[in-house]
């Protein structure tokens, strides 16, 4: 299993806090699953007892900007833990700023941290991270090359610098490169939002849906906010129907197999096979898919009255995911 404390938000990792760090222990099982607002409560209390702890104070920065609506309660985070620094401008706290403010669409906040960073950490990576994203919102490919490239020189293993030449890859129209670079950033860090909001995006263009909405899933779960996933989701909104592959699939099989099953059984036992084999219930709902397989075996042979209420809540469930925050 991966060691879930080497997966922060993106660039928390580079708060060099101790593998042996306690709060680290306290929280791994909760980011194993995603799981922000639980590891959020266990830093607080452990915050309470040790209030000086400016790192866990910075890690819980990110994880509360991680959920929707939490930006500017991160951003008091990060006042009270530069307080208890005490000097001007630390380079940590504005590097928290920064990857926050980019992680939450704010290119006002973004541009003041680069600009600050520019002086006090020069040739700290972040600050050239922070500076290439600022570049490509602004369609500055060539700025944005330059400072990725300062990067990779000094660390070829960073998986934010291989996210965002991905990024600048993909502006240049350079799609097979692009990908080698997504790639890369996934081996360096398997759960990058970014590289996994490339990722669906590629995906759902070449209608690989099932695939798409996966990596979609997971780039959300730790960015609400990224773009890619969020249009990855809009492009899948009106091809929902790989959902039912693998129903139509094993409903055709079972009909071969078992001619004379009853009706309800023969179109329920398929809706159970996709809901487990394609995370149906991340679209649908388990309710909904307990609901239609209910359905299926009540009605027999009415069974497109199931499907159409099928169309409905999968269409209506990722019309609601692919809205922004």
């Not at 209910?294 to 497109?304: K, Q, T, W």
Request: hydrophobic share 45%.
């Amino acid at each position: 299993m991966i060691d879930a404390t080497e997966h922060l938000p993106p660039q928390a990792n580079d708060l060099e806090a101790s593998a042996a760090a306690p709060w680290r222990a306290l929280i791994q099982p909760y980011l194993a699953d995603d799981d922000f607002p639980g590891a959020e409560e266990v830093l607080r209390r452990y915050l309470e007892a040790n209030p000086g702890d400016t790192k866990a104070r910075i890690a819980l920065a990110h994880y509360v900007s991680s959920q929707p609506g939490r930006y500017a309660d991160s951003l008091e985070e990060l006042r009270r833990a530069g307080e208890i620094i005490g000097t001007k401008n630390p380079p940590e706290i504005l590097v928290a700023t920064g990857w926050i403010a980019l992680r939450q669409g704010d290119f006002q906040g973004l541009e003041d941290v680069v600009e600050t960073l520019q002086v006090v950490a020069r040739r700290d990576p972040n600050s050239h991270l922070l500076a290439a994203a600022l570049a490509l919102e602004s369609d500055d490919l060539p700025g944005a090359a330059v400072s990725i490239q300062r990067v990779l020189e000094q660390d070829p293993d960073n998986p934010d610098a291989w996210a965002s030449l991905a990024r600048c890859e993909v502006a240049n129209h350079q799609i097979e490169e692009a990908r080698s670079s997504t790639q890369r950033a996934l081996e360096l860090d398997p759960h990058h939002p970014v590289a996994h909001g490339l990722r669906a995006l590629d995906l759902a263009l070449r209608k690989r849906y099932p695939d798409a909405h996966r990596h979609a899933l997971s780039s959300l779960r730790r960015q609400p906010t990224n773009r890619d996933a969020h249009t990855a989701l809009v492009l899948m909104e009106g091809e929902w129907r790989w959902l039912l592959a693998p129903y139509w699939a094993m409903r055709r099989l079972m009909r071969r197999l078992l001619p004379n099953l009853h009706h309800g059984f023969l179109y329920a036992v398929p809706v159970l096979v996709s809901y487990l084999a394609y995370d149906l219930w991340r679209v649908v709902g388990w309710q909904a898919t307990v609901a239609l397989i209910a359905g299926s075996l009540v009605i027999g042979n009415y069974y497109p009255l199931c499907n159409r209420g099928l169309d409905y809540l999968v269409t209506k469930r990722i019309a609601a995911m692919a809205e922004p925050n």
